[in-house]
């Protein structure tokens, strides 16, 4: 079962917008990632987290964590027609496998 | 090479029939990952390899087998292929496992369908 669970499932916004996509899961974590997959093609890592940071950052993209609330966002800046892809969180538990969300689809719209 | 491959990039399948998909990466990276994406589930773990030598059980590993007898390759087997097998198989390397810190590199994927 799904570890991490992405808000919105889809989401289409002008280029230029900032987008948020949401990530919440349900037992504690070492660690977030976030992983980007255009269309066809394998994922792309993006950023990773780890459970007692708050906030990085990463040219365009912010990624914030509360692990009070379980949920982690992250914020694409001046959005690009290059940013249309879906993103993925993924988490870490003690076992160390990764488990990864069913993605928020983003489209910027010209 | 560079990176990590599959292969085939696509497949059509009888069902019952014996499948191998091919991974391999050239990275020397000691953790490998086959995961299967269908709509609306995300991705999900079938096997996996921390070490040359040894593989665990993902989330879905039913019907599925693995092998990683070096460390660059780790092929995936379909026994007797099955309808509900048809996803888009992908195959990822990490430079280790520990507390999964490590960036997970994909593959471009391989689409199986099985009729």
């Known amino acids: 079962s799904q570890q991490g669970e992405e808000d919105p499932q889809a989401l289409s916004i002008q280029e230029g917008e900032n987008a948020t996509m949401n990530c919440s899961y349900k037992?504690?974590?070492?660690?977030l990632q976030w992983y980007r997959q255009n269309s066809g093609r394998g994922l792309v890592h993006l950023i990773l987290?780890?459970?007692?940071?708050r906030e990085k950052h990463s040219g365009r993209l912010r990624v914030t964590l509360d692990t009070s609330k379980k949920s982690s966002s992250l914020l694409i800046t001046a959005s690009r027609a290059a940013d249309t892809a879906s993103y993925f969180c993924?988490?870490?538990?003690?076992?160390?496998?990764?488990?990864f969300g069913k993605g928020t689809r983003l489209h910027i719209l010209p | 090479i560079a990176g990590i491959t599959q292969a085939p990039t696509s497949q059509i399948l009888a069902a019952g029939r014996r499948m191998t998909l091919r991974c391999t990466q050239d990275?020397?990276?000691?953790?490998m990952y086959w995961y299967r994406q269908d709509l609306g589930l995300g991705l999900r773990l079938i096997h996996y390899?921390?070490?040359?030598?040894?593989?665990g059980k993902g989330e879905v590993p039913d019907g599925y087998s693995v092998s990683r007898a070096n460390t660059d390759d780790f092929p995936l087997t379909l026994a007797s292929a099955v309808p509900s097998q048809t996803s888009v198989y992908f195959c990822?390397?990490?430079?280790?496992?520990?507390?999964?810190?490590?960036?997970?590199?994909f593959g471009p994927g391989t689409r199986l369908t099985v009729l």
């Open positions: 987290i780890r459970s007692n940071e």
């Open positions: 993924a988490t870490t538990k003690g076992d160390d496998k990764i488990i």
């Open positions: 990822a390397s990490s430079r280790t496992v520990a507390g999964g810190e490590d960036t997970q590199y």
């Open positions: 990275m020397r990276h000691n953790a």
């Open positions: 037992t504690s974590i070492n660690n």
């Open positions: 390899s921390n070490t040359a030598g040894t593989t």
